[in-house]
């Protein structure tokens, strides 16, 4: 089955991740964020696992353990399925159910103290053993599920375990896997076993464990990942570089240069025709307006004098722009305003020039 192939009726939702490289375009935005445990903004269901699969993605990536391209389909909550199913061109598929390792009494205390500012002392001692224990009682809870013949559709299917309990910031997870030992009871129903706590992921906690650290992954934190990115740069460590992804960001940063010069030039000619073609509302904001806009514009050619070629080839499309925008502000009939642009580059630039009769604005 191909991953064009399958389709995921009801289902939440449904990517392609084709390459390495392009993991976090293809999953746009998908479980970057979470939101808070209460409020009107509370998290979903859905949002939690979407953010913790992220994280496994990540940790896959980084250690080479997810071919590509692979389908993600995101499951409607459909007992004894698991939450998500990734399907390869070659007829492979795997499923990924998520559960989470948390005493109720915790979860009640996180959601109660949500809205309260300032530090919060949990009521709970830090406990190597008691975190290994809520682990073992969230993984029991699946396999006991697995038994009863659930997460049996894909050929195979991993648990994840996302890590939420009272200890789980203050105890070494080395510590605690440690303690958990490997106990014939919870292995050998799903393919592997997987542990989320805070910044790292513990792949395969039953068998080749791996850690992973994903604190500076360009999916998941993007500002670490700069930092990262500019200190092994700084280090002269090339060959550890993103060279893909600071590829994109660099294009994506001239993209988003030209696309603010547009934006000025735009709100240029806005004003310009608003200022010429209706004095009677002249008037200091308009004024500030067409200051801010050149401004703006000076800016950016006098820090990247390149753009100024790339400018003026722009003038007739924002000038279309501008001059339909003119037309719905003034309430004046579209033709009132020339067809091209009256305007001459040097013109647009000149912090003097004004178009229109010289009569006074209005004291606003």
């Given at each position: 089955?191909?991953?064009?192939?399958?389709?995921?009726?009801?289902?939440?939702?449904?990517?392609?991740?084709?390459?390495?490289?392009?993991?976090?375009?293809?999953?746009?935005g998908i479980g970057t964020w979470?939101?808070?445990?209460?409020?009107?903004?509370?998290?979903?269901?859905?949002?939690?696992?979407?953010?913790?699969?992220?994280?496994?993605?990540?940790?896959?990536?980084?250690?080479?353990?997810?071919?590509?391209?692979?389908?993600?389909?995101?499951?409607?909550?459909?007992?004894?399925?698991?939450?998500?199913?990734?399907?390869?061109?070659?007829?492979?598929?795997?499923?990924?159910?998520?559960?989470?390792?948390?005493?109720?009494?915790?979860?009640?205390?996180?959601?109660?103290?949500?809205?309260?500012?300032?530090?919060?002392?949990?009521?709970?001692?830090?406990?190597?053993?008691?975190?290994?224990?809520?682990?073992?009682?969230?993984?029991?809870?699946k396999v006991t599920k697995y038994?009863?013949?659930?997460?049996?559709?894909?050929?195979?299917?991993?648990?994840?375990?996302?890590?939420?309990?009272?200890?789980?910031?203050?105890?070494?997870?080395?510590?605690?896997?440690?303690?958990?030992?490997?106990?014939?009871?919870?292995?050998?129903?799903?393919?592997?076993?997987?542990?989320?706590?805070?910044?790292?992921?513990?792949?395969?906690?039953?068998?080749?464990?791996?850690?992973?650290?994903?604190?500076?992954?360009?999916?998941?934190?993007?500002?670490?990942?700069?930092?990262?990115?500019?200190?092994?740069?700084?280090?002269?460590?090339?060959?550890?570089?993103?060279?893909?992804?600071?590829?994109?960001?660099?294009?994506?940063?001239?993209?988003?240069?030209?696309?603010?010069?547009?934006?000025?030039?735009?709100?240029?000619?806005?004003?310009?025709?608003?200022?010429?073609?209706?004095?009677?509302?002249?008037?200091?904001?308009?004024?500030?307006?067409?200051?801010?806009?050149?401004?703006?514009?000076?800016?950016?050619?006098?820090?990247?004098?390149?753009?100024?070629?790339?400018?003026?080839?722009?003038?007739?499309?924002?000038?279309?722009?501008?001059?339909?925008?003119?037309?719905?502000?003034?309430?004046?009939?579209?033709?009132?305003?020339?067809?091209?642009?009256?305007?001459?580059?040097?013109?647009?630039?000149?912090?003097?020039?004004?178009?229109?009769?010289?009569?006074?604005?209005?004291?606003?």
């Open positions: 089955m191909s991953v064009a192939e399958k389709t995921a009726p009801g289902g939440r939702w449904h990517r392609t991740l084709y390459t390495a490289d392009t993991l976090a375009d293809d999953l746009a979470v939101g808070p445990c209460a409020g009107p903004h509370r998290r979903s269901q859905g949002e939690k696992e979407d953010f913790v699969l992220l994280r496994l993605l990540v940790a896959w990536k980084k250690e080479n353990k997810l071919d590509f391209p692979v389908a993600v389909f995101a499951e409607t909550d459909t007992e004894g399925e698991p939450d998500f199913t990734l399907s390869w061109n070659d007829g492979r598929s795997l499923g990924v159910e998520v559960s989470e390792a948390g005493k109720e009494d915790y979860q009640a205390w996180l959601t109660a103290t949500a809205g309260e500012s300032g530090a919060k002392l949990a009521p709970f001692e830090p406990s190597t053993p008691e975190a290994a224990e809520e682990i073992r009682k969230a993984i029991e809870k038994n009863s013949e659930s997460y049996r559709r894909p050929d195979a299917c991993d648990l994840l375990i996302y890590d939420n309990s009272a200890h789980g910031a203050f105890v070494d997870k080395r510590q605690v896997l440690d303690a958990l030992g490997l106990p014939n009871d919870l292995m050998g129903r799903f393919r592997q076993i997987h542990l989320f706590s805070a910044a790292t992921v513990y792949l395969d906690i039953f068998g080749d464990r791996r850690i992973v650290g994903i604190s500076n992954a360009y999916e998941v934190d993007y500002a670490e990942w700069i930092f990262d990115q500019v200190e092994r740069l700084r280090r002269g460590q090339i060959d550890r570089l993103e060279l893909t992804n600071i590829a994109e960001e660099m294009a994506d940063l001239g993209r988003s240069e030209r696309r603010t010069v547009a934006s000025h030039l735009k709100n240029l000619l806005l004003h310009l025709l608003k200022w010429q073609f209706q004095p009677e509302r002249r008037g200091r904001s308009w004024r500030v307006s067409i200051y801010n806009a050149r401004s703006g514009i000076y800016e950016r050619l006098t820090e990247s004098p390149s753009l100024r070629s790339w400018l003026w080839d722009q003038v007739a499309r924002q000038y279309d722009h501008a001059r339909g925008a003119a037309a719905i502000e003034t309430e004046l009939p579209l033709d009132t305003f020339p067809e091209t642009c009256p305007y001459q580059p040097e013109q647009l630039v000149n912090s003097e020039f004004m178009p229109g009769p010289e009569d006074a604005e209005r004291d606003d």
